[in-house]
Structure formats: structure tokens, C-alpha cells
């Protein structure tokens, strides 16, 4: 009973079971002038994709708690996939897978 409280009353923790996947920054990068985009190699489920979302800073390498957005599969082969990464402070932000290696 303590415990089912204890996860009921944390705002933290229940925000953290919405947020499943751990991604894994191994290379952040920021590409263009004035406006920037900001380009992370990350490491999701063992594979290894690019993730990009407009940003004016870098974003420390380590891992973060991400959730698929969006995901559109396409029977040809053609994908789209969104995601959400939840940081620390709470903040949300969205990113586009825009690349996928093996």
C-alpha cells in the first residue's frame, strides 16, 4: 500500500513511465547560421540513428528518457518517426529521426 501511494503521488515518476525508451546521445552537433538545427547520433533499442529538432544550444552527451510520437511506416520501405525526450527539468522536446545506420 506504502509504495502503490508513493508512486501515485509523484508527479516525476508517473511522467517517467509515459517516457519508455532510453536514448543514448553519443555525438551532439549544432549545423547552421543564424538559425541552428541541432543533430544528435543516438543509440535507441541497439540502433544507431540521427535525430535532428531547431535548437540555439548543445545538448550533453548521456542518456535520456524519450516516447515515439509519431511513427509512419510505410509498406515500400518509406518511414517517418517523431520523438520526444524528456529531460531533467521536465522539459519536452521533439526531434525528427532524419537518418538510420546499422
Given at each position: 500500500?506504502?509504495q502503490k501511494q508513493r508512486y501515485s503521488t509523484?508527479?516525476?515518476?508517473?511522467?517517467?513511465?509515459?517516457?519508455?525508451?532510453?536514448?543514448?546521445?553519443?555525438?551532439?552537433?549544432?549545423?547552421?547560421?543564424?538559425?541552428?538545427?541541432?543533430?544528435?547520433d543516438v543509440v535507441i533499442d541497439g540502433k544507431?540513428?540521427?535525430?535532428?529538432?531547431?535548437?540555439?544550444?548543445?545538448?550533453?552527451?548521456?542518456?535520456?528518457?524519450?516516447?515515439?510520437?509519431?511513427?509512419?511506416?510505410?509498406?515500400?520501405?518509406?518511414?517517418?518517426?517523431?520523438?520526444?525526450?524528456?529531460?531533467?527539468?521536465?522539459?519536452?522536446?521533439?526531434?525528427?529521426?532524419?537518418?538510420?545506420?546499422?
Amino acid at each position: 500500500m506504502a509504495q502503490k501511494q508513493r508512486y501515485s503521488t509523484s508527479s516525476k515518476s508517473a511522467e517517467a513511465y509515459q517516457f519508455p525508451l532510453l536514448v543514448h546521445v553519443t555525438h551532439a552537433r549544432l549545423i547552421g547560421q543564424p538559425i541552428s538545427t541541432l543533430h544528435l547520433d543516438v543509440v535507441i533499442d541497439g540502433k544507431t540513428v540521427e535525430l535532428e529538432a531547431g535548437a540555439t544550444a548543445l545538448l550533453h552527451t548521456g542518456e535520456y528518457q524519450a516516447r515515439i510520437v509519431t511513427d509512419d511506416e510505410k509498406k515500400s520501405g518509406w518511414f517517418s518517426k517523431m520523438y520526444e525526450l524528456l529531460f531533467t527539468d521536465g522539459t519536452k522536446v521533439m526531434f525528427s529521426e532524419v537518418a538510420e545506420s546499422e
